[in-house]
């Protein structure tokens, strides 16, 4: 139904910047909440930033809030996640998801949710 292709992952120093991509084909201009989570080797996935494109409301996990920002370009086909002020704990792969859904509400951060997913990117940050 719907293809998500996340790009934009590396090796970075702590304190440096990134910025995720996910290319999203098929339904997806239909699935107007949109997450990006991470999970490192023996961790649970964890919600890392979500945005509803209806009303534009965002979430976004306490341990990035300031330092990331969830965003679409206007064709509403790329989901992006800007990373900043990167610390060695960001490191994980990375995932994007999508869903459809309805309102204004703040999209959830619980994995659950969602339908669709990538196959992920990986970023690591050094000391």
């Known amino acids: 139904q719907v293809q998500l292709v996340e790009s934009g992952g590396g090796s970075v120093q702590a304190g440096g910047s990134l910025r995720l991509s996910c290319a999203a084909s098929?339904?997806?201009?239909?699935?107007?909440?949109m997450g990006w989570f991470r999970q490192a080797p023996g961790k649970e996935r964890e919600g890392v930033a979500a945005l509803n494109t209806v009303g534009g409301s965002t979430t976004y996990a306490d341990s990035v809030k300031g330092r990331f920002t969830i965003s679409q370009n206007n064709a509403k086909n790329t989901l992006y996640l800007q990373m900043n002020s990167l610390k060695p704990e960001d490191t994980a792969i990375y995932y994007c998801?999508?869903?459809?859904?309805?309102?204004?509400?703040?999209?959830?951060?619980?994995?659950?949710?969602?339908?669709?997913w990538g196959q992920g990117t990986q970023v690591t940050v050094s000391s």
């Open positions: 998801a999508a869903r459809g859904c309805s309102g204004g509400a703040s999209p959830p951060l619980w994995s659950i949710f969602y339908n669709d």
């Open positions: 098929g339904y997806a201009y239909s699935r107007d909440c």
